[in-house]
């Protein structure tokens, strides 16, 4: 059997960590560590999320703050409210949740954010950090894909390593991380012929293409780790009740060394990866 690798887990402890870093910090005489998340309209989901942001804050310490916003923003008020949060001495880290409506520009909102409080790292500057291995803030859910990783294999040094997706957010970054951590990196997307072959001779998979159970279990070879970033809702035919699915076949993959299940895996992950990176964005931005 697989080894299950607990994301739950190992995210309740980094936010130990975490925490231990914000009580440090106000020890020191710091103020808490803030972050500001910014809301535009009434996305269902997103608004989910960015409940569960907030709440996390509240675990650690981290003082928190919301503007919600009316779906008929316009670009330049939200404009005017990051400039105004990026001079905020406050405010250490900005998330402005997406997607944004569409007579918002989103690369042009993200790009206005202060790359030293970006803690989404979707900053140009920070994207062109990580792909020159140079610091910054990476990306939320790629540094949890990579502790996950870490938690199974600590030393990556020439290992093969396939990435399925191309994604900005999830494949491109974690691709990055991948190589910095010395592993041979094929990036595989929609486009790309013969998916199982590659994928039959990879140490490791992050699957993180948004199809349901797309890598199969003759896909993957003796002792390999599985990340899956994947989640989709679907219709179970047999019980006639919803189910979460990843972009793997969880049962087929029992051959694997270890495997993240979904839920439980990547998800938990990314909020705690949020709060680590308040805190670098406050200890950077403290001096
Ligand atoms: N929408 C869905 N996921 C994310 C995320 O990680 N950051 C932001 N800003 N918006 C999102």
Redesign the pocket.
Known sequence: MADIIDGRAIARQLDEKTKAEVDALVAAGHPAPGLTVILVGDDG??QV?VRRKIKSCEKVGIRSNEHRLPADTSQEDLLALIDQLNRDPEVHGI?????LPDHIDTRLVLRSITPEKDV?G?HPVNVGRLSTGTGGIV???PLGVMMLIHSVIPDLTGMDAVVIGKSN?VGKPVANLLLDAEATVTVTHIYTHGLPAICRKADVIVAAAGAPELVKGDWVKEGAVIIDVGITRIMDEETGKERLVGDVAFDECQHAKAITPVPGGVGPM?IAC?LANTVQAAKGLMG
């Not at 998330?95 to 997607?99: E, F, N």
Request: aromatic residues 12%; glycine residues 0%; proline residues 12%.
């Open positions: 989901a997103s999320y998330l402005c949740q997406v997607p989404d979707f990306p939320c859910t957010i990314t949020l």
